[in-house]
Nanobody, 120 residues
Framework: QVQLVESGGGLVQPGGSLRLSCEVSGISTSIPALGWYRQAPGKQREFVARIATRGAVAYADAIKGRFTIFRDNGWNTAALQMNNLKSGDTAVYYC??????????????WGRGTQVTVSS
């Protein structure tokens, strides 16, 4: 059974930093990509960042230059370093195992999410 577990959320002041981590278990084959998504209250879930099998990364425009995705502890992990956080970054952040469907990355499995709150 594939499981994704996120950690590292919390409360931080504007301008502060947080690091989220995601670990995937229950899979023995290569993972096409691990992605981070977020969902703010009253809004749809949106893409944040992705790291593919060979290390290629992609970011949403809203967080470019502030967030960095990388593998922090092996091929089945993905960390999201978030710097210069803004109130608009407040959301539940979800890790997703993505597969390629019709030449696009598509989330197949989700973690339960971790809350990030940016507030003074």
């Amino acid at each position: 059974q594939v499981q994704l577990v996120e950690s590292g959320g919390g409360l931080v002041q504007p301008g502060g930093s947080l690091r989220l981590s995601c670990e995937v278990s229950g899979i023995s084959t290569s993972i096409p990509a691990l992605g981070w998504y977020r969902q703010a209250p009253g809004k749809q879930r949106e893409f944040v960042a992705r790291i593919a099998t060979r290390g290629a990364v992609a970011y949403a425009d809203a967080i470019k230059g502030r967030f960095t995705i990388f593998r922090d502890n092996g091929w089945n992990t993905a960390a999201l370093q978030m710097n210069n956080l803004k109130s608009g970054d407040t959301a539940v952040y979800y890790c997703a195992l993505e597969e390629i469907v019709n030449v696009k990355y598509s989330p197949r499995y989700w973690g339960r999410g971790t809350q990030v709150t940016v507030s003074s």
